[in-house]
């Protein structure tokens, strides 16, 4: 029943063109952080740049992460749209084996399965990869992909270090788009700062 219900969500958002490609073979299975401390992760994390390349409704996008109960994190995203309201959907993340404990699913909405989010690697006070991959049908997958910051910006420098976590896995990130975390722009969200 899951994996069905994995398979036409995503099937849908394919025929809705709202994901990009479906790209060929299984998951890769890059390696995530070592001795992932979710403890350490709590807190806000900017939006830098994110994978897929879908025409992006929401700028200004964080992610706060707390701590519901031992092992349950809760998950709030917010995002800024162009009429100035603001958008949040709140979820909730746990290790499905402890572990591995980067590699958390995370649930939005109850009667919908889980999605993988891996972080791959993060120092906790700068920056965090994330990648969430789904087999679907025999061979093939759909991939997300975010670059999250402590601070709304990294430097060139450091995305370039970033960018090869993904590629040295075989990610392909060639389309990844990024977010809009202009000052100007995002003080019209309300604890954006
Ligand atoms: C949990 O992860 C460990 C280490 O990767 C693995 O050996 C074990 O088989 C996993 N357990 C389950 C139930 O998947
Ligand atoms: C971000 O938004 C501001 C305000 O709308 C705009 O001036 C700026 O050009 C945008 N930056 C990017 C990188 O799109």
Known sequence: MQTLQVLSLTLLSILAGKAQTLRPGKCPQPPVQANFDAARYLGKWYEIQ???????KG??????YSLKSPGLVG???RELLADNTVSSITGHAKAKNLSEPAKLEVTFFEDSPPSPYWVLSTDYEGHSVVY????VLAASH????????????????KLTELYSVFTSN???IDVMTV???????????PDWA
């Open 75 to 77: 998950v709030l995203n």
């Open 179 to 189: 977010t809009n975390q202009s000052r100007e722009l995002c003080s019209n969200m």
């Open 142 to 157: 759909v991939d997300f992909a975010w670059i999250l910051s402590r601070e709304p910006a990294l430097s060139e420098e």
């Open 50 to 56: 994110k994978l897929p390349a879908v025409f992006q």
């Open 132 to 135: 969430s991959c789904t087999d």
């Open 170 to 172: 075989g990610i392909n």
């Open 59 to 64: 700028q200004c996008s964080t992610a706060t």
